[in-house]
């Protein structure tokens, strides 16, 4: 068992690159080049029909599916993976594992073409899988490597190195699909699959600064049996203490609604922009830019206020804003207003994500099971992406308009508010200086 020294700020500055690191897949591959790149493939005579495996589909469904096969397919095995590696103490390689598999996944899209579509959307799914498994792992290295009145620093410090790392690939990314003649590319579909391989580089390149300092086995129990049943003994003890922990059941479950939104938000934005809006490409691009570059401050911003008014409140104010987002989402009209819409939702989306963290964090028990307890937060943001994603396309089916949609993404956020405001504990309360 590895002795862990809380606060070594070599193993911090490893934790944060972690974030760094994989951040790029979910702007380049999950926002911005790849779902450009998928639209540009799929158009045919036919519309947007694909061959997938023989069954003829909608490329748009198709979409759709795989991302929530992923979701689901991650959020089914991560409390049972988890608990495997909380018994083991082994949560590294885990992380290692889903790390190595996301990136080369990424990797493995540089062939995607016509020829190899059926093929390189199971990749896609492994990449989606691969990603959120390793976040599960490197969330709970939290409260186990920094002490409680640094998580939210600490937090927004993970989430901003990740927002500028992907921005940066992403501008290097653009440079190639908007100038591949600087290169002598002819290929039109040539500089978006090198930016994906770039991705899968960038992530496991980078990432190997955070597993050369991150601790191993943090709190391996004792050898009794194969790992799989007391895999399944340590997820029912789990459960058990979460049972007990109703504060932690309440964030967890106002976490999940107001989160549902804020994920919606962030998948919609471009389609929103496109569809209602009919804004170019570029402009969507610089919408999504302009959301990363803000997101930084806004991270800082919202872990100095959870200083100064706690984290409870801090969320609150973050969730309240959010409500307001999606009534000026429901009457934009221009471009220029849904460029200012991108700022604002910049500045609470990085808060509320790195926020959400730590306040989880502070909300758990005495325990060395965190990677256990990470993955129940991990499901409500899966599960919760894929309703919201879900009722926001019903929603529009019924009343043939995004914006009707939008509605019901604020009744989201106000519920997840409303449970919030029924937070009240010590914990949470803002960092008293000491004397």
Known sequence: MQTIEKNDPKVLRAWCFYDWANSVYSLVITTAIFPIYYV?????????????????????????????????????????????????????????????????????????????????????????????????????????????????????????????????????????????GVLGIEDSGLPARISFLMTGLWWFGFAQYSFAYLPNNTSPKEKEGGYLLNGFKELGRVVGMLKGLPLLKRFLLAFFFYNMGVQTVMYVASLFGSKELNLPDT???????????????????????????????????????????????????????????????????????SLSRSTYSKLLPETTDHASFFSFYDICDKVGLALGTLSFGITEQIFGSMRNSILTLMVFFIIGLALLFSIRTRKLAPVQPTT
């Open 40 to 180: 540009a493939l799929t158009k045919g005579d036919n519309g947007d029909l694909v061959q997938f495996f023989g069954l003829e589909i909608s490329a748009s469904v198709l979409y759709s599916y795989a991302l929530t096969g992923a979701f689901l397919t991650i959020a089914f095995l991560s409390p049972l993976l988890t608990a495997i590696a909380d018994y083991g103490g082994n949560k590294k390689n885990f992380m290692r594992f889903f790390c190595y598999m996301g990136s080369t996944a990424c990797m493995g899209l540089f062939f995607f073409t016509e020829e190899t579509f059926s093929i390189s959307i199971l990749l896609f799914m492994v990449a989606a899988i691969g990603f959120s498994g390793s976040i599960v792992f490197y969330n709970s290295y939290l409260p186990e490597i920094a002490t409680e009145e640094n998580f939210d620093k600490l937090s927004a410090r993970g989430f901003s190195l990740g927002y500028i790392g992907s921005m940066i690939l992403l501008i290097l990314s653009l440079a190639l699909v908007l100038y591949p």
């Open 283 to 353: 402009a969507l691009i610089t919408v999504l830019l302009i959301i990363q570059a803000v997101a930084i401050g806004g991270a800082y911003f919202f872990a100095w206020l959870s200083g100064r008014i706690g984290n409870t409140m801090a969320l609150m104010w973050a969730v309240l804003v959010w409500v307001g987002i999606t009534i000026g989402a429901y009457f934009v009209t221009t471009g220029n207003q849904y460029y200012a819409l991108a700022f604002v939702v910049g500045g609470v989306m990085g808060g509320v994500q």
